[in-house]
């Protein structure tokens, strides 16, 4: 969530406002970079000028608004006397809260240097300041210590210090305060919630792209001209552009031009575009001797049109290897439905057991092209349908004779259709939301298909928060639509961690699956670049029919996990332990997506 959307919901003020007529009238103070004036604003969106006032340099990035390039007011005037004067005080309540200057010894890098001349900035403007109070003013000055002016988290330590200097003074303060009644009744006026501004907007501009369509980007919203503003619709389609991928930075203000009300979206384009490649690891182990490990890397072509075609390339390398490439057109500005032609080559080992013994090892090739014809659900998800034909081959590695499939090509003609909806807010540790997934795979002889079967896969999650605890519900089924059997090397494998915990990765293959799991987790830290750490566990059932290998277990099985997880910048690190019901028992380390 962006940091005005937060502070939309902290101020309870929504729209353009003259702050004169706010419940408490207000300034904010900022300072322009590029003229280094202090800019006060006695007008404007609140959480645009809240955002603008309190970025902090070195903290908190700059913003733009009405073509300026503003920082926290500190730099011009961290103790603004004169704007609250201009206001009609007559008494002025003012507290500095000025960073400390740091001591000489302190001074033994480069950081501590820019600091410090920061702070003698501050401190310049601090004392012209304090010049203009009156003997009537009242001056409240926190001992803060070692503490600076970015020490946001450290808030709940700063925090007393403020009230301890505020009782230094409580004798003046007193002097001001009115009659018990009196004070109710301006405390009432001032918690009048503010009627919203739903005046239509005559326009809505995006300037200053350069690679995305203006006119795409507007399709992402939902608020049109013509069309009352409103506050939760408006957030919802900043989160929307955001969430495209395409921009460092959304936000928007409204302004009057030429007798037009204009909705103007400052979309910052991400600087490092368009092209864009990630790399990332995956890395697992049972402490039992299977262990996995893949290096992994995406690259994407954005905006090579201007409906947004992108080029989409991943590929992997290590205990599997694929190479998937995809050019993704959508048909319209509005991009709601697309085309997207694919080619993909890969090789996967599959493990096969017998009870809790490894008795096979298969190599499994594929390599396919296909096409989709697709339609987006604006941010939930994707309906896919396509044709695609391939060859697969499985080949024995290790194992007895009697489990060879004897090494054939298998030819592929098939129609795959799939629906992926997402509202989850966290890929990994999702808090709130859900999300569902469905593929239907038919391998047909009309197509050239060698072994016709019909494949199908769903799965869902639901997850709910309950302040640092998380509730969630998952399910997953599979299984065949026909008389058709699946081929070896496409029915269903399961086991492993958060999967049939206890069981090894991939142990129970079978020719349907039904899998169902309550988990619970509770957030034990927070971070700062990432969402923190969890500690959980997880409840499963589920069953396996009709395996590959018989005598593996094909009724229903029960297992716990228990863990501990967060977040990383090569995905999410796991260290966990399972236990199977009567069964066996495994613990696991996973470092990007569990497999």
């Known amino acids: 969530m962006q940091l005005e959307t937060v502070l939309r919901e902290l101020a309870r003020v929504q729209g353009y406002h003259d702050f004169d007529k706010l419940p408490i009238p207000y300034r904010a103070v900022a300072t322009d970079l590029v003229t280094g004036k202090a800019v006060v604003f006695d007008e ?23 073509g300026m390039i503003l920082v926290d007011g500190m730099l011009t005037s961290n103790l603004p006397v004169e704007a609250a004067r201009a206001m009609g005080a007559d008494i002025v309540i003012a507290v500095n809260v000025g960073t400390p200057l ?16 920061l702070s003698i900035l501050t401190e310049q403007n601090v004392q012209a300041s304090l010049a203009k109070l009156k003997p009537t003013d009242i001056l409240i000055s ?19 210090l403020g009230e301890a200097a ?18 109710a009744a301006l405390r009432k006026r001032q918690q009048v919630a503010m009627v919203p501004d739903l005046t239509p907007v005559d326009e809505i501009r995006f300037d200053n792209l350069t690679r995305v369509n203006p006119q ?41 031009e030429e007798g037009k009300r204009v909705m103007a979206v400052d979309a910052v384009e991400k600087a490092w575009g368009p092209d864009y490649l990630r790399l990332g690891l995956g890395l697992s182990s049972d402490f039992s001797g299977e262990t996995y490990f893949n290096l992994v890397a995406a690259h994407r072509m954005t905006w090579l049109n201007s409906l947004g075609a992108e080029f989409r390339t991943d590929a992997q390398l290590g205990y599997d290897n694929s190479l998937r ?8 500005i509005a991009g709601t439905f697309f085309v997207a032609p694919r080619v ?6 599959v493990s096969i057991y017998q009870q809790d013994n490894r008795i096979a090892e298969y190599n499994v090739s594929t390599a396919v092209g296909g096409i989709d014809l697709g339609m987006q659900f604006q941010q939930y998800g994707e309906l896919r349908l396509g044709l695609e034909g391939g060859r697969v081959k499985a080949e024995l590695e290790t194992g007895p004779a009697s489990l060879d499939p004897g090494g054939d090509t298998r030819t592929l003609g098939a129609i795959r259709a799939r629906l992926l909806l997402d509202r989850l807010d966290n890929v990994h540790f999702p808090r709130f939301g859900w999300n569902a997934a469905a593929t239907i795979f038919d391998n047909n002889a009309d197509l050239g298909a060698e072994l016709p079967y019909t494949r ?18 998952g399910v997953n089924a599979g299984g065949t639509i026909g008389n058709n059997p699946l081929p070896a090397y496409d029915q269903f494998q399961w086991g492993g961690f958060l999967q049939q915990s206890g069981y090894a990765t991939g142990q129970l293959i079978g020719q349907n699956l039904q899998f169902g799991q309550l988990m619970f987790y509770r957030r034990i830290a927070r971070g700062s670049l990432f969402d923190g750490a969890y500690s959980g566990l997880s409840l499963e059932i589920g069953k396996v029919g009709d395996p590959l290998v018989k005598g593996n277990p094909d009724g229903v099985l029960r297992s716990i996990g228990l863990f501990i997880g967060t977040d990383s910048i090569l995905g999410p690190v796991y260290f966990g332990y399972g236990k199977a019901e009567d069964g066996p028992d495994s613990f696991y380390f996973y470092l990007g997506k569990p497999l």
Request: charged fraction near 20%.
């Open 44 to 66: 404007g969106e609140l959480a645009n000028v809240m955002r603008a006032s309190m970025s902090v340099p070195g903290a908190v990035a700059p913003a733009e608004y009405n």
């Open 102 to 117: 740091l001591k000489r010894e302190e001074l033994n890098s480069i950081l501590g240097v820019a600091g410090q001349m």
């Open 142 to 160: 926190p001992e803060l210590g070692d503490f600076s002016t970015g020490d946001f988290d450290n808030l709940p330590k700063i925090t007393p």
């Open 166 to 183: 505020a009782r230094q003074v409580a004798d003046r303060l007193a002097q001001l305060s009115l009659p018990p009644a009196e004070y």
């Open 216 to 256: 795409a980007a507007q399709a992402v919203m939902e608020t049109q001209p013509g069309q009352p503003v409103v506050q939760a619709q408006v957030d919802a389609d900043m989160r929307r552009l955001y969430g495209t991928g395409d921009f460092e930075h959304v936000n928007y203000r409204i302004v009057g």
């Open 325 to 332: 490439m995809e050019f993704y057109q959508p048909l319209s």
């Open 344 to 349: 993909s080559v890969g090789t996967q080992r």
């Open 456 to 473: 199908w896969a769903a799965s869902g999650r639901l997850a709910h928060s309950f302040g640092e605890n998380t509730v969630r519900l």
